[in-house]
């Protein structure tokens, strides 16, 4: 009974995003449209009450629960309350822009409140099925949000390109899951690892099931040779949709790797480390290249990720505490700076018209000199000037590569950053120096305004004072695997 207690009370987050995002939808069906103000303000309590929960009722220890299905740590704490903050200003950024495109409905909260849940529950997977089943979550709420627009044919397409490729990965990754369940006769990940400690037989099946683990989430980082979905979603999903795509599920999907690769099979590390090498080289060399060709906003961000996210393999490959701390700084900064960037986009965009060409950020100092610095704050950022958040992030994965010996890959990745601060630059001499194109007034809600610019501000603040992000992202880790 004192189990099953305990199994309740870890869950508590959990459940509540899920009865609430159920109870969105059930309010939905009885308010009219002028009252429907009501739905946005119950998803942001939702994600309110369970950052409560979840601080409330955080510990230093580990523990498990679901007969080890399930685990609370502070690495699962910490990425949830990073999960409901990025969702929280994705509910800001994106209200003004659906309302006047007729989303504005309890479907749409309700998919990214199912979603979060999705992610809380990768985040605290201990077990391959519990993990797979957080990501099929995840996975089947983003690919109904893309086609939520229904009468947009771009969105359509968008969805049924990121349907298949995402089913082709699902089952990558769980064909690879059943190999080293096979191997190890065991689904839980402490088992797995301790079968592998133990001395059990590297088979080639193991190493086998690791190459197809290692694809699928590879595909859902968007990292290089499995990225070819990521600019055609970027660009035919609605805005307020990519700014969801890109950003917080990639705190899920860190998670997954470090419960998975890290937890689970760490006696492998020397050949995942080799996996992941290759990849973090081919992500920073196609993303930085093939952005400089883009002319479409939404694209150019969409290798632009490529990019951030062979930087992040970067620390990921040095397979240390280190390394997977700098990994976990990278991936909140990128999520900062990613909103902020999205964000723009989102207050330019008005009813018929989207801010998503290069062409469209022309002449923005002139329109109004605040939101230019705003962007100005997230192109430097994103480009790695200091004394922009993006500036350490960089360094701190960059420095966990050289410490574990990859100075080579380390020349190579500063080289790549310098080239790839073109087209970044690229925008803010639009921004500064070209003659705006339109001259529409910019009109936001205020909420939006004063929380976007908190949010650029965040880049220039944290950037100087990095201590408190880079502790905290230490004590997530340390947390979890000492």
């Given at each position: ?294 002319t479409n906003l939404k694209r150019m961000l969409a290798y632009s990720t490529i990019s951030h996210v ?173």
């Amino acid at each position: 009974m004192e189990n099953i207690r305990y199994d309740l009370i870890t869950a508590v987050p959990e459940m509540i995003v899920l009865g609430m995002a159920m109870l969105v939808l059930l309010v939905d069906l009885f308010l009219k449209q002028s009252n429907r103000i009501a739905i946005y303000v119950l998803a942001q309590v939702t994600l309110l009450v369970a950052a409560y929960v979840t601080f409330s009722t955080h510990t230093p220890g580990v523990g498990y629960a679901f007969t080890g299905a399930f685990v609370d740590d502070t690495l699962s704490d910490v990425l949830k309350l990073m999960i409901y903050l990025g969702t929280s200003l994705i509910f800001v950024y994106t209200r003004q822009y659906i309302q006047v495109r007729n989303m504005f409905c309890g479907e749409f909260y309700a998919l990214v409140l199912f979603s979060v849940a999705g992610m809380m529950i990768m985040v605290s997977g201990q077990s391959m099925l519990t993990l797979y089943m957080g990501l099929e979550l995840l996975s089947l709420s983003l690919y109904t949000l893309v086609a939520l627009d229904r009468d947009n044919p771009r969105a359509t397409e968008a969805a049924m390109k990121y349907f298949v490729l995402g089913a082709l990965a699902s089952g990558m990754l769980l064909y690879g899951m059943s190999m080293v369940y096979g191997m190890t006769g065991s689904l839980n990940i402490a088992d797995i690892n301790n079968a592998l400690m133990g001395g059990a037989k590297i088979h080639s099946v193991m190493i086998l099931g690791l190459v197809f683990i290692v694809a699928g989430l590879a595909f859902k980082l968007g990292a290089v040779p499995f990225q070819m979905w990521v600019p055609d979603v970027y660009e035919g999903s609605p805005t307020a949709i990519t700014v969801l795509i890109s950003s917080v599920p990639k705190l899920a999907a860190f998670a997954f790797i470090i419960r998975l690769l890290v937890q689970g099979l760490q006696t492998l590390a020397v050949d995942w480390q080799q996996m992941l090498m290759i990849m973090a080289v081919l992500s920073i060399i196609l993303g930085n290249i093939t952005a400089i060709a883009q002319t479409n906003l939404k694209r150019m961000l969409a290798y632009s990720t490529i990019s951030h996210v062979g930087f992040v393999l970067f620390g990921l490959m040095s397979a240390s505490i280190n390394g997977f701390a700098s990994a976990l700084f990278y991936i909140a900064s990128y999520v900062i700076m990613t909103l902020a960037g999205f964000g723009i986009i989102l207050l330019l965009s008005r009813k018929g018209f989207e801010a998503e060409h290069l062409d469209d950020l022309k002449g923005l100092n002139q329109r109004s000199p605040w939101y230019a610095f705003l962007m100005l704050i997230v192109m430097f950022s994103m480009a790695g000037v200091p004394p922009t958040l993006g500036f350490y992030a960089k360094f701190t994965v960059l420095q966990a590569a050289l410490q574990a010996g990859f100075l080579w890959l380390v020349v190579f990745a500063v080289l790549m950053a310098v080239i790839g601060a073109f087209y970044y630059l690229r925008v803010i001499k639009l921004m500064y120096f070209d003659e705006p194109l339109d001259h529409h007034p910019i009109q936001a809600p205020l909420d939006m305004r004063a929380v976007l610019s908190v949010n650029a501000g965040a880049l220039l603040v944290i950037g100087l004072m990095p201590q408190g992000l880079m502790s905290l992202c230490v004590y997530a880790v340390l947390g979890s695997l000492s």
